[in-house]
């Protein structure tokens, strides 16, 4: 039986639950709107703040079989400094690593502000019993964690057993203890539009701090139109609670240019005060360096080689 | 003072919208020229680029169908002049030319000719439509080399279907210019695929493959009987192509024909 | 730890550049494939500032005497007698030129008509290539379309044209007329001559036969003395019901054929089961898009009851985030209304709108001092019978009004003299058909708004007018038919 969501502190909930109406949504019109808005155009001062934007709200990951103490330690000192060019970029939001890497990164990153995120809960498939998933969040969190991104179990969501969905999150909020919970919907494998919509809607129900596109391992990950869905859902989620959810937008964002287009869809759909890392985040890895790249652009007016921006 | 010394050009297959050589490595001499003579395995990779392409080219708006044919219209007419000198002359490149305009214009209008909403006795919304059936095999006209193939290939490819061909066997030149001119243009790779060599030898191959939705036996004309046979495997719809014809009604011999129904009520 | 963040991201301008198109200081008319020298003229001026363009003809007698002519001449001369592939080769230069030339024609459409550049540039400019694109394919298959009936051009067509898609309705009215073989005497409106005018060009470079095309600027008397000319067999007129019933009687007992593309008050009915994010769209393009000039906006939002506060909620949120401003600028998303006379109009139904009692909301908007503005508005507790529900304000201006069953929409819906759109807004498939069944309207949008295709007839019940543009009916309006004898024809 499942546990009463646990909340915000601080927030407290009416006496009736209210949850806003699931309904529908109409594919083609939201893939419109979503291209519409992609066509934005944020030049010089606004895109100059848009791109400062997108490194503070920056998950910089890596999520390879392949990772070692090591490649991790080396994220993280360019999470924290990522153009020794250039004292004024921001470092980004968090690093976001499998959880065996989190005590490299944890120490990398120490007195530096930037979170230590972990995958967990059997990332990328999911397919595990339930019990294993919770052991594999709580020790993400001893490892040192401060955030944990979990995945849903789709296999469970597209043969109806919504409960069951809803109930692993709920234990995995426990388990999280202080560390916030994002929760991934992986909407590649969802199918519908529909469905990402009730996905969103079941998460934040059952206690997701954020909502997260994808596990950035398939493709379609986090497409405009599936972002704008998302987002729509939890606009209702707080036009009719109050409560504000986080999202994330992770997976296929390689580009400056893709950041800034989920940026304005994020301020077109949700406002400003949506814009900031305790609320918004882009999971990404060569993004950073092509973000640098175009900031160093619009400073000099040149273009750029990716030869003078550090791989790490 | 000797006359300059021309670069010979190497006559190869268009398939999948590249220009291999026989994967036989065979060749035949047509119009004092080295051509390529396809095979059986050629057939076969022209089909699986066929099919591959399809879709693709069905899923694009009627309106970018006829905007795709009608800059093959543009491309051809570019080359008039190295057209004329393949086929019968002037005349014919540019009959060949105002026959592909003519059908470009088709693209965005079939379903109104077509098809249409039937008012059936009952409280349901019913409409029928036409769609491509698939992968068309073409067996070319062995004349004329231009516009007979231009008159086989553009009604399959206007109603959003994919094409093998075979080119005439004697005169296969124009062929393969055509197949320039296609590359050169905005026609998705694989949507129009052009094989050189005998057509007793390829039309068994592309007639029994399993894979091919509809066979034209325009230019076969002894062994049809054969060809019709070997077509029944999977049901092929065969259609006896005429050369010189101009009609919506050829584009419909390769389309099929969906009919919906849907309640009204509130 | 929660960051301050500006209170709004907001966009630098992104402006399109005007250098890419080239605007004369005087135009003459186009008759007979020459520019004629106008002598008389008067100004022509973009909205978003009051900036003068041009200098262009105001249409006398004599000029428009003189193109008929042209037209006739051209006519006699074998433009219907060329055979229909030939013809279809000039629209389909036509429709290539436009496409090439499209963002120099969408910067002036802009700057001239007030609309956001994103939507001369995304939807009119697009569309109008499309239209001569589609009808250059029917200028050869005419039997086709007409099986039976031996069509064959009527003669000159005389065309009156609205300000609000300046080229595109060209491109409505001219593809299919020259498709069918006749010639054309085309009047754009008053305040947006000049992408008519630019057009011009594009029929030197299609090399065009001098006098199929005939181009006469100029206002209301221009556009009678067309109607009035005896030559002229056939007129086509989109704009204003007024002027169109005025056509109508003019025309009576005349013999000329006549098809009218009039107002409308177009009902968008959103039922409790509709996709509401997507129907927030849909009503905002239904009424917001060109600042609301557009015949079949959506300009009567009907809720059912049981969705109505979600939805009004999200719809004046939504309002707010709309961006008015320059024409020019990329980022707007509406402009400017098109000139003083119509936001006079505007400013006074929406006056009575106030006075008869229903609740105004506009979102906050800063308008620049000079040009022609007005702010995106929605009305609440609308009553059927207040004036801003019964005529066509043809500005950024929305009417809500609610109902509670699909019957009761229905009859809402209908019940006015125009009829020209719908839109309705359901998830469910056969309430869809079942709407669309009995609304009384030409054109049905469901779960969607303001579709334009070349392919997809146009056109009005009742006082909206009569014949349709877009299709293979667009044709008939520019053809006779020798029925086949054997049917007493």
């Known amino acids: 039986m499942a546990q009463a969501p646990v909340l915000p502190a601080g927030f407290q909930l009416p006496l009736e639950a209210r949850l806003p109406r699931i309904g529908s949504v109409d594919a083609v019109a939201l893939e419109e709107r979503s291209a519409s808005l992609a066509k934005r155009s944020i030049k010089r001062e606004a895109k100059v703040w848009a791109l400062t934007l997108a490194i503070r709200t920056t998950d910089l990951t890596t999520l390879e079989g392949s990772d070692t103490p090591g490649k991790a330690a080396a994220l993280a000192s360019k999470a924290r400094r990522p153009d020794p060019a250039d004292g004024s970029v921001p470092p980004v939001a968090a690093v976001c690593v499998y959880p065996n890497l989190v005590p490299a990164v944890r120490e990398r990153l120490a007195g530096s502000g930037v979170k230590v995120a972990a995958v967990a809960t059997g990332f990328p498939s999911g397919q595990y019993p339930t019990a294993i998933k919770v052991a594999d969040v709580r020790s993400a969190v001893e490892l040192g964690a401060d955030e944990i991104d979990m995945v849903i179990d789709r296999g469970a969501f597209l043969s109806g057993r919504y409960a069951k969905v809803y109930d692993e999150i709920v234990q995995v909020k426990e388990a999280c203890g202080e560390a916030h919970l994002k929760v991934i919907l992986e909407t590649g494998e969802l199918g519908t539009y529909d469905n990402v919509r009730r996905a969103t809607l079941l998460s934040i129900a059952a206690g997701a701090d954020f909502v997260k596109t994808s596990t950035g391992k398939i493709s379609p990950a986090a497409t405009l139109p599936v972002a704008l869905c998302m987002l729509e859902a939890i606009r209702d989620v707080y036009e009719e609670t109050g409560r504000r959810v986080g999202f994330k937008a992770a997976g296929g964002i390689r580009q400056a240019k893709q950041a800034i287009q989920h940026l304005v869809l994020v301020h077109e759909t949700l406002g400003p005060d949506w814009l900031s890392p305790d609320l918004y985040r882009l999971g990404a890895s060569s993004l950073l360096n092509d973000i640098l790249m175009q900031l160093r652009k619009e400073r000099t007016g040149a273009y750029q080689s990716p030869d003078y921006f550090t791989l790490d | 003072m000797a006359e300059r010394l021309p670069v010979k050009k190497t006559y190869k297959l268009f398939i999948g919208g590249a220009f291999p050589r026989s994967e036989s490595g065979r060749t035949y001499e047509a119009e004092g020229q080295n051509v390529a003579r396809a095979s059986r395995k050629d057939v076969r990779d022209a089909v699986r680029s066929a099919r591959a392409a399809q879709p693709g080219w069905a899923a694009a708006t009627a309106y970018n169908r006829g905007q795709v044919l009608y800059r093959l219209a543009e491309m051809v007419e570019a080359r008039v002049p190295e057209f004329a000198e393949l086929c019968s002359g002037r005349g014919e490149v540019e009959r060949s030319i105002d026959r592909i305009v003519w059908y470009a214009g088709w693209a965005d209008k079939l379903p109104q000719v077509l098809g249409g909403a039937n008012p059936v006795a009952g409280p349901y919304f019913n409409f029928t439509v036409p769609e491509p059936t698939g992968v068309v095999a073409v067996l070319a006209p062995q ?17 959003g279907n994919a094409v093998v061909a075979v080119a005439s066997e004697a005169r296969p030149l124009a062929a393969v210019e055509l197949a320039e001119a296609i590359a050169t243009s905005d026609v998705p790779g694989g949507v129009v695929n052009l094989l050189t060599g005998s057509a007793d030898e ?17 230019g076969a004309d002894g062994s049809a009987p054969e060809l019709e046979r070997l077509a029944a495997d999977n049901v092929k719809r065969v259609v006896r192509g005429r050369n010189d014809a101009q009609s919506p009604w050829e584009i419909a011999s390769f389309l099929e024909l969906k009919t919906v129904w849907h309640p009204l009520g509130q | 730890m929660t960051e301050i963040v500006p209170t709004g991201w907001t966009y630098a301008s992104a402006p399109e550049s005007r250098e890419i198109v080239r605007i004369a200081d005087r135009y003459g008319h186009f008759v007979g494939g020459e520019w004629l020298e106008a002598a008389e003229t008067y100004e022509t001026i973009a909205p978003r500032d009051e900036e003068v363009l041009a200098a262009v003809g105001q249409g006398t007698q004599a000029d428009v005497d003189r193109a008929v002519a042209a037209a006739r001449g051209a006519y006699a001369d074998g433009w219907s007698s060329l055979p229909g592939s030939e013809r279809a080769k000039y629209l389909f230069r036509i429709a290539r030129l436009l496409q090439e030339r499209s963002r120099e024609f969408a910067v002036l459409e802009s700057l001239n008509g007030g609309k956001p550049i994103k939507e001369s540039r995304d939807v009119d400019l697009p569309l109008a290539a499309a239209h001569f694109f589609y009808y250059a394919g029917w200028a050869d298959k005419l039997e086709y379309a007409f099986p039976n009936r031996r069509p064959k051009a009527i003669g000159v067509a005389g065309q009156i044209i609205p300000w609000n898609f300046p080229l595109l309705m060209l491109a409505w009215k001219i593809a299919p007329a020259i ?81 009218l593309e009039l107002g409308g008050k177009a009902a968008n009915i959103v039922f409790d089961d509709a996709a509401l994010d997507q129907a927030v769209e849909g009503i905002v393009n239904g009424i917001y898009f060109n600042q609301g000039h557009v015949c079949c906006a959506g300009s009567r939002l009907f809720v059912q009851e049981s969705v109505y506060e979600p939805l009004v909620a999200k719809l004046k949120r939504r309002l707010a985030t709309l961006r008015v401003g320059d024409p020019l600028d990329k980022n707007t998303d509406v402009g400017a209304i098109n000139s003083a006379a119509q936001l006079e109009k505007i400013r006074e139904l929406v006056a009575s709108g106030e006075e008869e009692g229903a609740e105004i909301y506009q979102p906050p908007c800063t308008l620049p001092e000079q040009g022609y503005w007005f702010a995106p508005t929605v009305f609440t507790n609308v009553a059927q019978s207040y004036r801003i529900a019964q005529e066509e304000i043809f500005g950024p201006v929305l009417s809500v009004l609610t109902f509670r069953t699909p019957d009761e929409a229905v009859e809402k819906a209908n019940n006015t003299p125009y009829g020209l759109s719908a839109g309705v807004w359901t998830e469910k498939g056969s309430r869809i058909l079942w709407m669309a069944q009995r609304l009384r309207a030409g054109v049905v949008w469901a779960n969607t708004y303001n579709r334009f295709d070349p392919t997809s007839p146009f056109g009005g019940y009742k006082e909206s007018g009569f014949g349709r543009e877009g299709g293979r009916h667009g044709l008939e309006p520019y053809l006779d038919f020798e029925e086949s004898e054997a049917f007493g024809g």
């Open chain 2, 143 to 159: 004349e004329p080399p231009l516009l007979g193939l231009v008159t086989r290939l553009l009604p399959p490819l206007v109603g």
């Open chain 3, 179 to 259: 498709a069918c073989g006749n010639t054309v005497v085309l009047k754009p409106a008053e305040t947006t001559p000049l992408t008519a005018l630019l057009f011009c060009d594009v029929l030197r470079q299609a090399e065009l036969p001098a006098g199929v095309v005939n181009i006469v600027t100029g206002d209301g008397r221009t556009g009678a003395a067309i109607v009035e000319h005896e030559d002229v067999d056939k007129i086509a007129f989109t704009g204003s019901t007024e002027v169109g019933k005025a056509i109508q009687r003019e025309l009576a007992g005349s013999g000329k054929k006549l098809t």
């Open chain 2, 202 to 218: 390829l039309g068994p191959v592309l007639a029994a493959h399993m894979d091919v939705n509809a066979l034209d036996l325009a």
